[in-house]
């Protein structure tokens, strides 16, 4: 037969065996006891305070982001109707004295409509930026060719962009199509 009232073993202790061992410490032993469970509470709880700190901070920052670039594909897409508009007008014979009066209001009234277009994306965080005679920056520029230095031009200089750089809120949208001055 077994018998039924075998005691526990000491590492499944219960609250009342945890109870009387605590009472056969001395009191500043179980001062000391107590100091260190305080101690290793207030551990837990500061590094839970700085896990809440860094997620809101966190939070806070995704939702920055999701606000400045929540528009992102729309912009790319405004983005190319700014650039047909732009070939559309560079397609234009340039203005000669003596040519029909219709051909100059339809170019003044296209490049009317792109400056304002333009202001437009420019007030919502869009932004144009030309670079032609800049250095070359693999940041902003896609190169499309190298061409040899023209004279008095440095070598890694843009010198000619068959489309412009575009960003939204300083993060890129669409780089631009350049051509490179080779190195001699």
């Not at 296209?110 to 994306?121: C, H, Q």
Request: charged share 30%; net charge negative.
């Amino acid at each position: 037969m077994t018998d039924t009232n075998q005691t526990p073993p000491e590492d499944n202790q219960t609250p009342a065996e945890a109870q009387t061992d605590a009472q056969e410490l001395t009191p500043e032993q179980r001062i000391q006891q107590l100091a260190e469970e305080v101690a290793a509470m207030k551990e837990k709880w500061l590094r839970a305070e700085a896990e809440m700190q860094n997620l809101r901070a966190r939070s806070t920052r995704e939702v920055q982001d999701a606000r400045a670039y929540a528009v992102q594909k729309f912009a790319t897409d405004v983005v190319e109707v700014a650039e047909n508009l732009r070939r559309g007008l560079s397609a234009l014979p340039a203005p000669v004295e003596g040519e029909a009066e219709l051909l100059g209001k339809l170019r003044g009234g296209f490049e009317g409509v792109e400056k304002s277009f333009i202001a437009t994306l420019e007030r919502n965080g869009i932004k144009r930026e030309d670079a032609t005679g800049k250095a070359f920056d693999p940041e902003l520029h896609q190169a499309m060719s190298e061409q040899p230095a023209p004279e008095g031009v440095e070598p890694g200089t843009v010198i000619q962009a068959w489309s412009s750089a575009w960003t939204l809120n300083g993060r890129l949208l669409r780089p631009a199509m350049v051509v490179v001055a080779a190195k001699a």
